[in-house]
């Protein structure tokens, strides 16, 4: 028989490392999706293993639904969702060729008279859907959707007929943005980090930048989120941080802040990391299941934040 004590008892969570601790989270928690994302970008695991899981998603159109973006339920393509998994192909090098290819052509079916990408397609209708997603007839184009779909595509170097009016119209979007929100700022960085004319892109992130500290549509003081307005339709403590806008450091929206300023939100983003080892969804809940869903797809872009600036997280 052992000996009592033989054993040493397992670590406490507050001792184990933010990566080990968010591991457990995502292994409990995650869509089979997120659990293959989670083991390529920590884990060594296979890109082939994402694909796999992201193709569950895709419909016969070449766009993907099935609730990939958790706030729109139902089978039926959507930009959000072509959106979403076209940065998964993205993150795993697999952006581009054939496949993406057909996609532009489900994008191209999709959009608006001016080219671009509505928020949502009006075939959502019939199912459910987050309260604060519109769902009309004939939506408008949008920068939410349009912006990090082109910057995507130009950073792999795809050229596709699709492109070149949905360029257009973000180039006519991010120039003509005054009052705006942190979301659409985020879409405009989205498109700016991968623009073709470079100087064209500085120039607009530079005038975006003032907007955004004019507007204090950044907390640059975690610890005061009170002086800092939420947007209007926002959740009451739907915060953004300058970690949301500068994503990595190579990122344009990284002039926006000073060193310290970087520094203090990404040491909130740190201390978001929750008891059961899962980072925190900060805009507004409206079903169960879309909080579950998307808790895990946080933890691991909070982690792959964190690893860019060189955070630790081991």
Avoid at 27 to 55: I, K, M, N, S
Avoid at 66 to 82: F, I, M, W, Y
Avoid at 97 to 118: F, I, K, W
């Amino acid at each position: 028989m052992a000996e009592t004590g033989a054993f040493p008892p397992p670590p406490s969570p507050a001792a184990r490392s933010p990566l080990a601790r968010a591991e457990h989270f995502v292994w409990l928690t995650a869509r089979v999706l997120e659990q293959r994302q989670f083991a390529y970008h920590f884990l060594d695991g296979d890109p082939d293993a994402v694909e796999t899981a992201l193709a569950a998603y895709r419909n016969e159109d070449e766009g993907y639904g099935h609730a990939l973006e958790p706030d729109l339920r139902g089978p039926v393509s959507q930009p959000l969702h072509t959106g979403h998994a076209l940065r998964v192909l993205d993150s795993i090098g697999r952006c581009g060729g054939q496949r993406v290819e057909r996609v532009c052509r489900y994008l191209t079916a999709v959009s608006t008279s001016d080219g671009a990408l509505p928020a949502v397609h009006p075939s959502q209708r019939g199912y459910p859907a987050a309260p604060f997603v519109p769902i009309v007839d004939d939506p408008p184009s949008s920068l939410l959707a349009t912006g990090p779909v082109v910057g995507l595509l130009h950073r792999n170097d795809v050229w596709h007929a699709w492109m070149f009016r949905a360029t257009d119209f973000c180039w006519q979007a991010v120039d003509s943005l005054e009052v705006t929100h942190p979301y659409e700022v985020e879409a405009a960085v989205a498109f700016l980090d991968s623009a073709p004319d470079r100087p064209r892109a500085e120039a607009a992130a530079d005038r975006l930048g003032r907007l955004l500290r004019e507007q204090r549509l950044a907390a640059l003081e975690p610890d005061r989120l009170d002086a800092y307005p939420v947007a209007p339709g926002y959740a009451p403590d739907e915060h953004h941080f300058a970690h949301d806008f500068a994503k990595t450091p190579g990122s344009l929206a990284r002039a926006w802040f000073t060193d310290e300023e970087m520094a203090r939100s990404l040491d909130f983003l740190t201390s978001e990391q929750q008891e059961d080892g899962g980072w925190p969804v900060r805009w507004r809940q409206w079903a169960p299941g879309t909080a579950l869903e998307a808790r895990p797809m946080v933890t691991v872009e909070a982690l792959r934040t964190l690893r860019a600036y060189g955070r630790t997280i081991t």
